[in-house]
């Protein structure tokens, strides 16, 4: 039985990938990291019992600031295949946390590969770096392949380009098994809250069924390349199977603006939305509502610009080629953006549902302007 070892494991990707791993055969190992809440809900359906034997899903604390825990838990799984999801991934948050970014997720990635050689572990133990299309930043070529130059934007994006870079340096001077993925952004219904996708899908349900009254974002111009994390992960595990280590693009090839994803989720619900006005001043205003169910009347103002959400440096545009995923690793995208968009959002109106439903009980007091 092969074992892997994820680090991140709490996070959107790690979660799926766990999922995918376990149907694969694997015996999966997670590194969490302790919190004064608890933080498994994302993989709470896989937890074994610890006394049960044939356990295939084990926790391990541990933190990627910390090479003490990592080389101990290498040393004890000696797993097959490493995946490094484990990263500070907002890209804000950043800016406020550079240092803390630059700690978890450039020498973070440098701990696990020293953690693989001084364990003697470099012929058995494939390595693959969780990279991202953020190393384009301020971009070069459109679209962006794997030849395309860097130009980071943010803390997390330099951080990012040097666990990019170690990945590279430690597969040329040991011989490891040692790959980066180039993900662009994907998205999912375990999509963290604070990231726009998420943001806008919570929020337009709620806004939808009276629970919230107002959606603020920042650049609603910025174009990504949004595909879907249970695609992703596949490629990631694909990328590890190989017979030499290498680096590729995933991406879906189409681009959409954060004005896009917000219309096509209120659609999905059965509300148009209409922008108008201009910078900091641009209005989302309802002009149609199609569902009965739905609280929100035409001429509402729903979603508006708060330039708290701007970035010190943004990045405008992103769009990935993916055509060597698709040459070298049969690798091709199942889910499409209206697919991810709907799955999104069918999944936020229910959880929004089921709030309603407490609120009316009585039983907690939120505040949804937060
Ligand atoms: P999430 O933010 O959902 O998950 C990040 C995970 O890393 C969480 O499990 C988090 O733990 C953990 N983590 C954070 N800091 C540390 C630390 N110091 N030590 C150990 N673990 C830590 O990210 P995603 O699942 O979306 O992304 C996975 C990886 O892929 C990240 O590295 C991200 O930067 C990268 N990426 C993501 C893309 C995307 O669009 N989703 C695109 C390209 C790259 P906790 O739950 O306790 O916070
Ligand atoms: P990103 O994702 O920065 O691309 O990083 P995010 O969803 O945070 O932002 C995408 C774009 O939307 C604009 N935006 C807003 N973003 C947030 N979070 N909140 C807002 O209110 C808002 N309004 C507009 C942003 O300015 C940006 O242009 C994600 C992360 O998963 C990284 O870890 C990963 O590496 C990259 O994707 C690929």
Redesign the pocket.
């Known amino acids: 039985m092969k074992k892997a070892l994820i ?8 979660a799926y990938l766990a999922e995918l791993l376990l149907e694969k055969g694997y015996e999966v190992h997670g ?3 302790r ?1 004064s809440l608890f ?1 498994t809900d994302r993989i709470d359906h896989l937890y074994q019992d610890p006394h049960e034997s044939n356990r295939r899903f084990v926790l391990h604390y ?4 910390d090479s003490t825990n990592l080389i101990r838990i290498v040393q004890q799984i000696e797993p097959d295949e490493i995946y ?7 890209v804000a948050v950043s800016f406020d946390s550079p240092e803390y970014t630059a ?3 450039a020498l ?1 990635t440098l701990r696990l590969l020293e953690a693989i050689r001084i364990l003697g572990l470099t012929d058995k133990t494939k390595f693959y770096q ?5 190393l384009y930043g301020l971009v070069q070529e459109i679209p962006q392949k794997e030849t395309t130059p860097f130009y980071p934007r943010s803390p ?1 994006a330099v951080a ?1 380009l040097y666990g990019y870079w170690i990945t590279v340096n430690y597969r040329e001077s040991y011989g490891m098994y040692a790959c980066n993925g180039i ?5 999912s219904p375990i ?2 809250e604070t ?1 726009v996708t998420r943001k806008i899908t919570r929020a337009i349900a709620r806004i939808a069924l009276g629970l919230q009254d107002k959606l603020h974002l920042g650049n609603m111009d910025a174009l990504r390349d949004w595909g879907h ?1 249970k695609d992703y992960v596949e490629m990631q595990w694909m990328m590890l199977q190989q017979d030499t280590p290498e680096d590729f693009v995933i991406a879906t090839g189409e681009q959409h603006s954060v004005r896009e994803f917000v219309q096509r989720s209120a659609a999905e619900l059965g509300m148009e939305i209409e922008f108008s006005g201009e910078g900091v001043n641009e209005i989302g205003t309802v002009t149609a509502v199609t569902n009965p169910e739905l609280k929100v009347k035409p001429g509402q103002q729903i979603v508006g610009v708060d330039p708290r959400y701007f970035r010190p440096a943004e990045v405008e545009t992103l769009l990935g080629d993916p055509t060597k995923a698709k040459e070298k690793l049969g690798w091709v995208p199942k889910i499409s953006f209206e697919e991810l968009v709907k799955d999104m959002i069918t999944s936020d109106f229910e959880h929004a549902k089921r709030d309603r439903l407490v609120t009316e009980a009585g039983y907690r007091a939120f505040d949804y302007n937060e």
């Open positions: 680090t991140g494991v709490t996070g959107q990707d790690g590194i969490k990291r919190a933080n541990g933190d990627l600031t490094n999801l484990g990263a500070q991934s907002h700690n978890g997720d973070g969780a990279s991202t299309s953020e997390y990012k993900l662009f952004n994907h998205e999509r963290g990231f994390a």
